[in-house]
């Protein structure tokens, strides 16, 4: 039976359905305020994980990752956006609600770094570690970096794939919707091929050397 931190795998969770709690209502306020209500009327303008909670993708995939010391990633329900109440240039309006969840994780990244700096424990990385504000602090923003990055990346039904479908237009936008429903598929084979961390880790990397 493998070594296991259950106090760490907790904070990780507890962490993480935060970090996708904030993203998902990010996008729900968004889009009502751009003229969409649908997810308000659903309840969806909210920071109460229950309503954002898909059951896979918060709960059982990133606790077994958790469990096996996989990288730690996560999806809640995603917030319906009806394009027909987006009136004007939907196709802006769209691109912002899509970059809103990414932008609550980037936020939420830096307001924890800033508060690494008021922690009463050293500034070097290795000492705040070992104290439990900044350890936590310290998992808010890697884990929120982690997810704005991995959201961005512009692969269809991801963040960054409703943002590029906002800027294709014409032949191009009809070709990239097609792959909408392969979106996974091609996610997943480019995670098994290695070559999804080579999208992520520069940016990654270059974030959290910003921010710590």
């Given at each position: 039976m493998p070594n296991?931190?259950?106090?760490?795998?907790?904070?990780?969770?507890?962490?993480?359905?935060?970090?996708?709690?904030?993203?998902?209502?990010?996008?729900?306020?968004?889009?009502?305020?751009l003229g969409d209500p649908t997810a308000r009327l659903l309840g969806r303008v909210s920071l109460n994980p229950a309503v954002h909670i898909d059951p896979i993708g918060t709960i059982v995939f990133p606790l077994i990752a958790?469990?096996?010391?996989?990288?730690?990633?996560?999806?809640?329900?995603?917030?319906?956006?009806?394009?027909?109440?987006?009136?004007?240039?939907?196709?802006r309006k769209y691109m912002a609600i899509a970059a809103a969840g990414p932008a609550s994780n980037l936020v939420m990244a830096v307001i924890a770094s800033l508060l690494l700096h008021v922690v009463p424990v050293s500034s070097r990385l290795q000492e705040v570690v070992l104290a439990p504000a900044g350890a936590i602090l310290l998992k808010v923003v890697t884990l929120n970096v982690l997810l704005a990055v991995f959201n961005m990346v512009p692969i269809p039904p991801l963040d960054g794939?409703?943002?590029?479908?906002?800027?294709?237009?014409?032949?191009?936008?009809?070709?990239?919707?097609?792959?909408?429903?392969?979106?996974?598929?091609?996610?997943y084979a480019l995670m098994f091929t290695g070559v999804l961390g080579m999208i992520i880790v520069p940016p990654y990397e270059f974030l959290l050397s910003w921010l710590l």
């Open positions: 296991i931190d259950f106090v760490q795998v907790f904070v990780t969770f507890l962490v993480l359905l935060c970090s996708l709690t904030v993203h998902e209502a990010a996008h729900a306020w968004t889009a009502d305020r958790m469990i096996t010391n996989v990288p730690v990633l996560g999806w809640a329900k995603p917030v319906p956006v009806n394009i027909t109440r987006l009136r004007g240039h939907w196709k794939g409703n943002v590029l479908a906002g800027v294709l237009h014409g032949p191009v936008a009809d070709m990239y919707e097609r792959l909408r429903p392969y979106g996974f598929l091609i996610l």
